[in-house]
């Protein structure tokens, strides 16, 4: 079984292969079964390597982390938040602490940048995060070591879009935040507030989840009515293709909160 | 030892027959070496593992039916695409497989092709004929294809669509930087129709400057651009002392007023904070340009630069004859000339002279010039490439200063030198090359740029978009951009036009801004008289809209000019003006639009008719629409306003002809003001 392990560090370094995958390896092993023990050799000094990579020593501990800012963004697939993530650690008082160690992690295409700081001085260490080439949700994990070096931990999940649901945020951007969107921004003010019938907004999901996808598209094809709902939500049927509803769709169940059945799998570190 | 050797030699090949058997076993297991590497080989364990995943599921039997083992192939000889990927990502085409957490099992998102047609290596790039994992992902000294990471995936769309699709924000975001922010003067693209990529930024001729600014502030902006303006493109030169301290003196040396001079003022500046504060509102100055507030935010557009320490940059006497008119200084700018009165002059300068910060200039102070140090700032600006972006009398732009670039997201790695610590692929490198240029080496010329890390992923997505494929790609493939049009209206009012910019906000023909309304066909939308006082006194027709038209002080003349030009050629051939008439619709047919407007159509969610009941945010204002529009247009808008303005957000609601005219009779009735009290019956 060694055998096996080693010839993963030689053949396939790049690419990270699931763990129970491993024993495909073997042919492989022929081929480089002369190198065995240069094998066994380079996989222990990698594997150190690995341990001694730079961390900033930290000044001080914290006794909680909490987040500033940056959790539940919707970004693309692969693509950077829009705005980093900010974390802050306070002692038990809840007052800041600078010069904390905080150490993030998530799956293992989520980069981030930097990967672990300490905090400044108000407490806040701030990372930017591409998100995995996967659509769906991803849990960030923050953590920092309290004075008796145990680790406490902050998860913080964020949404990665693909390219259909990339499609359906431009679309909702054009024809639907203007009202199913309660906030406003001074480029673009809801009119949430001046409808009688108050629109849900696509992150309702307690709402929208238990809507099944054929009615969401006649809702949005035929309006309101078509399901004995206001006629403030007009018919786009004849303005968005059936592809643009399928989009729009797939949109709205991938912000929705809570998850939707079809959002998907959550990925987060293994 | 010895012996135990001696003996075993001696049972296996002690004699000719006991030599043959043995060898024969050798040589046949050897002859099995080769079946078993194919027995073992990862794309077989792949589909194994997939035949077990797939073996617990409620949709097995389906599955296993779609199921075809051996090494699958995608080849599309004239993609030039042999693709095996399906060989291990098995469930790719399975709609099901949607709730499988990681490849090779999952299904493939949506995309607009089919993998069919398209294979994979068109977009993830990476070895499409390999049958391994890491020859097929990483790139071998054989192969120099690693796949795209995911991030940069949009890169590929690019390769075939030139204009901007709605599903690829960041390579159209990438693209636009590369014209916005400048870097297309320096670094040619050439595009595979023949075409060269144009900057669309303006930097300003430096031909004058003598006449706007000091040279003290053009040390102050050499040193740090963005210290006078968080929003500046400038690029940083990171220069020294010295050189910055000689490119002004040769900037200044050089400059040559312009003719028919700034000096004969009669106006002084008013130093009246609040009439200045309200007339740049009511100019609606931010519509184009911003100013950072208190806060440290910025409020305003970015048509225009940045006002907040224009007085510390701007001789008044400059910003007094710009204000006049900004054509005299620079023919081009997408400043309107908004004839502004002397004293109107005088306020609006004398409140932009305000805008000052006091640490800008605080630490300059520089001793004349010597004819060595103009000498030396000449040379100097000819090095850094200054004419690449600005016009400067006397100086040639350079041609080809800095690599080509129409095919950089083919560079072979090998080509490129990396610094220590970097990963060694193309997009790191462009990236790093974006973010740093001159930390691969001393005496480099790329300056710094102030780019967000989303901006240098847009601009390395947009990069490795132009490559081999994209310019060798056949004619048929392409999707090509409409071209850029130049449309620009004759005559006289086209002068006028040009003069009042109205093309810096508006688009007309394809060509313009997108910050208003699109003019193609307003000759057909609106009625003359609303139109002529509409340019008097320009109101907005959206409640909740922060960016606006200004008003211009024209004459009676110039406004029966424009009206009378815009009403005869903007029109457009699907509506008859004349056809239908603005008065005479029988109450009964007025009160059906009314049923339906509120009823059926429920319009109030968007557009306001009754201000006393209505509060719809969305559509312009339609309590005067009556006194605005023509009954044509609007009876064809309700039929299908996409088909009069695309993309607009009003919904195409399939009218029939009874419930169209019906609405046109209830809208026509909206005149305003007392009227409107007709129209209620």
């Not at chain 1, 150490?103 to 300490?118: M, R, Y």
């Not at chain 2, 050439?190 to 031909?207: F, H, I, N, R, Y």
């Not at chain 2, 004459?555 to 008065?583: F, H, K, W």
Request: proline content about 7%; charged content about 20%.
């Amino acid at each position: 079984m060694t055998h096996v392990q080693s010839t993963i560090h030689v053949g396939t370094g790049a690419f990270a292969r699931p763990a129970e995958q491993s024993s495909a390896a073997v042919p492989r092993s022929m081929r480089y079964g002369f190198l065995l023990a240069a094998a066994i050799l380079l996989s222990t000094s990698c594997s150190h390597q690995h341990t001694t990579s730079s961390e900033p020593k930290p000044t001080a501990f914290g006794a909680a982390i909490v987040e500033s800012s940056g959790g539940k963004q919707v970004g693309q697939t692969g693509g950077l938040l829009p705005q980093p993530v900010v974390v802050q650690v306070n002692d038990a008082q809840g007052t800041a602490v600078a010069g904390a160690l905080v150490e993030f992690s998530a799956a293992p295409d989520v980069v981030f940048d930097p990967a672990n700081a300490l905090t400044d001085s108000s407490g806040q260490v701030t990372t930017n995060v591409p998100l995995g080439g996967m659509a769906g949700r991803y849990q960030l994990v923050a953590s920092t070591s309290d004075k008796s070096h145990k680790k406490v931990e902050l998860k913080i999940e964020e949404i990665a879009l693909g390219y259909q649901q990339t499609l359906g945020r431009r679309l909702n951007d054009q024809y639907c935040e203007r009202c199913h969107n309660p906030e406003s921004t001074v480029e673009r003010v809801s009119n949430y507030d001046n409808l009688e019938v108050k629109p849900h907004p696509f992150t309702d999901g307690d709402t929208l989840n238990k809507i099944s996808d054929a009615d969401l598209t006649a809702i949005i094809s035929h309006g309101g009515p078509a399901l004995n709902k206001s006629a403030l939500m007009p018919a786009w049927g004849n303005t968005l293709s059936k592809s643009d509803i399928q989009a729009l769709i797939s949109y709205i169940r991938a912000i929705s909160d809570p998850p939707s059945r079809n959002a998907g799998p959550v990925y987060a570190k293994n | 030892m010895k012996e135990q050797l001696t003996s075993l030699w001696q049972r296996l090949f002690g004699d000719s027959v006991r030599a043959f058997g043995v060898v024969s076993l050798i040589f046949l297991g050897s002859l099995a070496i080769a079946p078993a590497k194919n027995f073992f080989s990862e794309w077989r364990h792949y589909q194994r593992g997939y035949l077990k995943m797939v073996r617990n599921r409620s949709d097995a039997n389906t599955l296993q039916r779609h199921f075809h083992g051996g090494i699958q192939q995608i080849w599309l000889p004239e993609l030039g695409v042999v693709d095996r990927c399906t060989s291990c990502h098995v469930g790719l085409k399975e709609s099901s497989l949607t709730d499988v957490p990681v490849q090779p099992y999952r299904t493939h998102p949506v995309i607009p092709h089919k993998l069919d047609q398209f294979g994979c290596t068109m977009c993830h790039r990476g070895q499409g004929a390999a049958t391994t994992v890491s020859e097929a992902h990483s790139s071998t000294l054989a192969w120099e294809q690693p796949i795209l990471p995911a991030k940069y995936i949009e890169s590929s769309c690019g390769e075939c669509h030139r204009a901007p699709l709605p599903g690829t924000p960041q390579l159209n975001q990438g693209r636009s930087l590369l014209s916005r922010e400048g870097c297309v003067h320096c670094h040619t693209v050439k595009l595979s129709d023949g075409s060269v990529m144009k900057a669309t930024d303006d930097p300003p001729s430096l031909s004058h400057i003598a006449d706007k600014t000091t040279r003290e502030w053009i040390f102050a902006w050499l040193k740090d651009p963005q210290a006078y303006a968080t929003t500046s493109t400038m690029p940083n030169f990171k220069l020294s002392d010295d050189d910055a301290r000689d490119i002004s003196a040769f900037l200044i040396a050089n400059s040559t007023p312009v003719p028919g001079d700034t000096a004969t003022l009669s106006a002084k500046a008013s130093p009246d904070p609040a009439a200045g504060t309200s007339l740049y509102g009511e100019s609606f100055c931010a519509s184009c340009h911003a100013v950072q507030n208190a806060a440290g935010n910025m409020v305003g557009g970015d048509v225009g630069p940045e006002l907040t320490r224009v007085g510390s940059k701007v001789k008044p006497e400059w910003l007094q004859a710009w204000l006049r008119n900004p054509r005299a200084y620079d023919p081009g700018t997408a400043m309107p000339h908004y004839r502004f009165n002397d004293s109107q002059v005088a306020t609006l300068s004398g409140f932009l002279s305000t805008k000052t910060d006091s640490d800008l200039l605080a630490n300059v102070h520089l001793a004349d010039a010597t004819p060595e140090q103009v000498a030396h700032g000449k040379r100097l600006v000819a090095d850094y490439g200054c004419a690449s972006c600005h016009e400067i009398a006397g100086i040639k732009k350079p041609e080809n200063f800095a690599p080509e670039l129409s095919r950089i997201g083919s560079k072979p790695v090998t080509q490129l030198v990396f610094l220590p610590g970097m990963q060694h692929t193309l997009p790191d490198y462009i990236a790093t090359k974006i973010k740093q240029p001159r930390s691969f080496g001393q005496g480099l010329k790329m300056p710094q740029y102030t780019f967000t890390p989303a901006q240098i992923d847009s601009l390395t997505t947009s990069l490795l978009s132009l490559n081999e494929r994209s310019n060798t790609l056949p004619p048929s493939l392409e999707v090509a951009a409409t071209p850029e049009s130049d449309y620009q209206p004759a005559g006289k009012a086209g002068k006028l036009m040009t003069d009042l910019a109205c093309f810096s906000c508006h688009r007309i023909n394809g060509h313009g801004g997108d910050m208003a309304p699109d003019l193609t066909w307003e000759g057909s939308s609106v009625q003359r008289a609303w139109l002529v006082d509409f340019l008097k006194n320009p109101g907005t027709l959206r409640p909740a809209l922060i960016r606006r038209m200004p008003r211009f002080n024209l004459t009676d003349g110039e406004v029966n000019e424009l009206t009378d030009y815009i009403m005869t050629v903007y029109q457009s051939p699907a509506v008859d003006r004349d056809s239908m008439p603005l008065s005479g619709y029988s109450q009964g047919q007025v009160e059906l639009g009314r049923q339906l407007f509120y009823g059926k159509y429920a319009c109030q969610g968007c557009h306001i008719v009754d201000s006393k009941t209505d509060k719809g945010y969305i559509g312009p204002t339609l309590t005067q629409v009556g006194s605005r529009l023509t009954a044509a247009w609007i009876y064809q808008w309700m039929k299908n306003p996409q088909a009069l303005r695309p993309g607009t957000t009003e919904p195409n609601r399939a009218m029939g002809d009874e419930d169209a005219q019906a609405l046109t009779a209830f809208l026509i009735s909206q005149k305003g003001g007392a009227k409107k009290e007709v129209a209620k019956k």
